[in-house]
């Protein structure tokens, strides 16, 4: 199996895919949950069923024209109702208005979210990426310090780490678009987790290199590392596939409250496997033959010059 | 090979004193206490309260939301809420949590509040901006005084905190109150302005309501200096509610910056939804890693089943406190656990095919794959311990944390179970006739 032969096609595919996230997340952009952008979320489950158009109607009577209304589980009792960040007063008012006229309700769950604590969130989630990704690279320079420039390493699993992210929220940003997913917590959660799953994959190729480069296997750079990509193929499946397993029941038993978190890792997962076994070595290969062609090249001009 | 049998049964003592840990998970044979759960999964309300400390002299702010968490805890413990967690956050926050209660509305109106109780007048306009309270009296503005040239409204955060519920000739309920000083003035000029006026009380943003379901508001007398009573409350309601006059002010005003309620219920929901996927994911994973690997498989979901057991008697040693995220990182966890096992076993089966024997496999393959289980391993110990020092800075932060010490835990015991377990476990073959049986290694058995 040549991987790394073809490894150009692959950096045509993930640019091109890459390209379609940012348009994507350029027109689209992402829908941000309250978390981000502050406001109340009142979960409600009604004793009887309800039409959606006749909720939308009391709300608009009460003065929340915007309110977002999404459907949850039973289809016309359970409604999720998104508002903008409500005081006690305010709160209490609609769900007696609402009683009112549309009969008895439970609450589930009520989440308010001011301003503050909104972009306090966001900036601090956005600290976090930062510091996690600087984490990495360090540590991966310095695991692969051995090696002819490790620094090579950390940005080509670094690479790959953004093209997993980018692909999860490229996908958020349709799904944002179509079904009006919001990114929240949970979201940023499962990122953090895919970044590091993420590199955790690409850690076990390069690890393989490490090894096959030590052991002398070929002098060209390109069969070592497609060798040491194929060896550690199954492993990557595999560990892949169980994790998949995990997440599918998460995602089937658990379903609407952490489906953020787990679709998130669910696309970096399959992401992961594309961007272990190809961007990142492939990078890595293209990145050592140019500088070792450049040093060839200085070669020979040194000896032409010499001579 | 014999401190391999003396390894073993550590393992075995270590999973016994773990079993009786968890099992059973509501209570625990050992320690008699169940698994913390979040607030997201057994119900109940997280505040935030954001303290206004614009009014307080910079050198003052230290010490200054004391008072105020003094007087929460005791307006709580009226609720009679089960382990309350009340506490500063930062240098101007307050973090409120009360597990399990039902009345949510109610226990927020009563937290925040500087004053319990307010007092009113009629408003002669209806129109007149001052107007706080509209019933079927009227409408009502706060009634006012002056004390030092300061306009003031009467509230009862200028009763000493020693009311008291008693009952008059008749039986009535009565509830006892002392002005202090700079009440007793407002109180006076208030009063002798109102004689043969309804003086309403309210408490938030609505009438005090007595035993009959009306308003009470009560016709002045006569000038009223330094007490005073309150009539027409329930034996309880009056109970509770001097319970909270006496509980103290909320001196310095507190905004409410971030609120989850969840309803019990639908806590216990997620609770057996999770416990339904990890047990499905976790037979997968099993079912998996038997029919791929074979005998090491089987050993490795062995493995798996200890991971699980020791990871959730940590949980409860620790104790962590269980969210949705939390329960779902640890499911997650189920996953990645083997990832090391898969690792080492694909390490094996190169080995094996190069015609090494299968103990001198068994180390090769362990050998070789600690330094890749190591490093990928530190990656997401740093994912972790962002997640954790992100966590700490964000209120409203609950499931990034949980998902991240469950991780973070995760981890570290997978590297015990899939490194330690399985090897001893493994060990125990070699050299029996079953280590012969290639076929029960592998499903590739190249003919051998």
């Given amino acids: 199996m040549n991987i790394m032969g073809k490894r150009n096609w692959f950096f045509i595919i993930s640019g091109i895919i890459a390209l379609a996230c940012i348009i994507s997340l350029a027109t689209t952009g992402l829908k941000t949950g309250i978390e981000f952008s502050s406001g109340s979320i009142l979960n409600i489950t009604f004793n009887n069923p309800v039409d959606k158009s006749a909720l939308r109607q009391e709300l608009d009577k009460a003065g929340y024209k915007g309110a977002l209304i999404q459907t949850a589980g039973n289809e016309s009792r359970d409604f999720i109702i998104r508002l903008p960040a409500l005081d006690d007063a305010a709160k209490i008012a609609l769900v007696n208005d609402l009683q009112a006229s549309l009969g008895d309700f439970k609450e589930n769950e009520f989440d308010k979210i001011s301003a503050m604590i909104a972009s306090e969130t966001s900036r601090n989630a956005a600290i976090a990426v930062v510091i996690a990704v600087v984490a990495m690279l360090l540590y991966i320079a310095w695991a692969f310090r051995r090696m002819p420039s490790p620094f090579h390493f950390g940005v080509c699993a670094i690479a790959g780490l953004v093209f997993d992210t980018l692909l999860a929220l490229g996908i958020f940003s349709i799904l944002g678009g179509i079904l009006g997913w919001e990114i929240n917590l949970m979201f940023i959660t499962g990122v953090l987790a895919v970044i590091g799953y993420s590199i955790n994959n690409t850690v076990i190729v390069f690890d393989r290199i490490r090894e096959n480069v030590s052991r002398g296997i070929s002098a060209d750079f390109a069969v070592v590392v497609n060798r040491s990509i194929v060896e550690t193929l199954g492993r990557s499946f595999n560990t892949s596939l169980t994790t998949l397993f995990t997440l599918f029941a998460l995602l089937l038993f658990v379903g609407a409250s952490i489906q953020n978190f787990v679709v998130v890792l669910i696309i970096g997962v399959l992401a992961g496997i594309f961007s272990s076994t190809c961007i990142s070595p492939g990078l890595l290969v293209t990145w050592q033959k140019r500088e070792l062609s450049k040093k060839v090249r200085a070669g020979a001009e040194a000896a032409r010059v010499r001579s | 090979m014999r401190s391999n049998y003396i390894m073993f049964i550590i393992i075995l003592v270590i999973l016994a004193i773990a079993a009786t840990v968890v099992l059973p998970v509501d209570k625990g044979l050992l320690l008699g206490r169940p698994i913390k759960l979040g607030l997201d999964l057994k119900g109940g309300v997280h505040l935030v309260y954001q303290a206004d400390l614009s009014g307080i ?392």
């Avoid at chain 2, 006569?222 to 909270?244: N, Y």
């Fill in chain 2, 57 to 448: 002299p910079e050198a003052d702010r230290a010490g200054a939301l004391d008072a105020d968490i003094a007087a929460i805890r005791s307006r709580v413990d009226v609720f009679g809420v089960t382990e309350p967690l009340i506490q500063q956050q930062g240098e101007d926050r307050v973090l409120v949590e009360l597990p399990g209660i039902s009345d949510v509305d109610k226990a927020k109106a009563v937290i925040g509040q500087t004053a319990i109780l307010e007092f009113g007048e009629l408003a002669t306009d209806p129109n007149d901006p001052a107007i706080k309270w509209r019933n079927e009296l009227g409408n009502w503005k706060p009634a006012t005084g002056t004390v030092n040239g300061q306009e003031k409204a009467l509230t009862s955060a200028y009763f000493k905190q020693n009311t008291y519920v008693g009952a008059d000739n008749l039986g009535r309920i009565i509830l006892h109150f002392e002005w202090d000083s700079e009440g007793a003035q407002l109180s006076s000029q208030i009063t002798q302005r109102l004689i043969g006026k309804p003086l309403g009380i309210f408490s938030g943003d609505h009438a005090l309501l007595g035993d009959d379901g009306k308003p009470i508001a009560p016709t002045v007398q006569a000038q009223i200096t330094d007490q005073g009573i309150i009539e027409g409350l329930s034996q309880t309601e009056a109970t509770q509610l001097s319970k909270l006059l006496n509980a103290g002010r909320i001196s310095v005003p507190l905004n409410l910056i971030y609120e989850q309620t969840v309803s019990p219920v639908v806590g216990a929901d997620f609770v057996g939804m999770a416990v339904k996927a990890g047990i499905i994911g976790i037979i997968l994973v099993m079912l998996f890693m038997i029919i791929y690997y074979r005998l090491p498989g089987l050993l490795a979901s062995i493995a798996l089943v200890i991971y699980a057991v020791v990871v959730l008697a940590i949980f409860k040693l620790i104790p962590v406190t269980l969210s949705l995220a939390g329960i779902g990182g640890f499911i997650l966890s189920l996953g990645m656990a083997v990832d090391a096992n898969v690792l080492i076993f694909e390490r094996m089966k190169e080995e094996l095919f190069m015609g090494r024997t299968l103990g001198a496999a068994i180390e090769a393959g362990f050998k070789r794959a600690w330094s890749a289980i190591f490093d990928s391993n530190v990656t997401t110990v740093i994912a972790c311990i962002v997640l954790i020092l992100l966590a700490s800075n964000i209120v409203a932060s609950g499931p990034v944390m949980g998902f991240a010490v469950t991780l973070l835990i995760g981890v570290l015991v997978s590297m015990f179970s899939a490194i330690v377990v399985t090897r001893t476990f493994l060990r125990l073959f070699i050299g029996s006739r079953i280590s012969r049986q290639v076929a029960l290694f592998t499903m590739y058995t190249g003919g051998k």
